[in-house]
């Protein structure tokens, strides 16, 4: 069975930063494209970084130039560095990652972690 989980959330005040972190867990035989995904109250969820596993990366124009996104493939540990917080920001971070086992391909989620920007 294949487990995200994720830690590093919390409060921080506008101009802050945060790092979460994203670990995936199991009978993982290759994970291809990982990423960091939001969603704020009364929204949608919306892509907010994603890496392959060659690192190539993709980020929201919200983010650009704020976030980085990292990976470990080693660890199958993906990262996101949020630097200068807005408290637009402020939403339930999902972990996403393409798994492949020995038996199928899946899309996993994380449990999620809050992060609320807020003087």
């Known amino acids: 069975q294949v487990q995200l989980v994720e830690s590093g959330g919390g409060l921080v005040q506008p101009g802050g930063s945060l790092r979460l972190s994203c670990a995936a867990s199991g009978s993982i035989f290759r994970v291809n494209i990982m990423g960091w995904y939001r969603q704020a109250p009364g929204k949608e969820r919306e892509l907010v970084a994603a890496?392959?596993?060659?690192?190539?990366?993709n980020y929201a124009d919200s983010v650009k130039g704020r976030f980085t996104i990292s990976r470990d493939n080693a660890k199958n540990t993906v990262y996101l560095q949020m630097n200068s917080l807005k408290l637009e920001d402020t939403a339930v971070y999902y972990c996403?990652?393409?798994?492949?086992?020995?038996?199928?391909?899946?899309?996993?989620w994380g449990q999620g972690t809050q992060v609320t920007v807020s003087s």
């Open positions: 890496i392959t596993s060659g690192v190539d990366t």
């Open positions: 996403n990652a393409d798994i492949v086992t020995m038996v199928s391909r899946d899309d996993y």
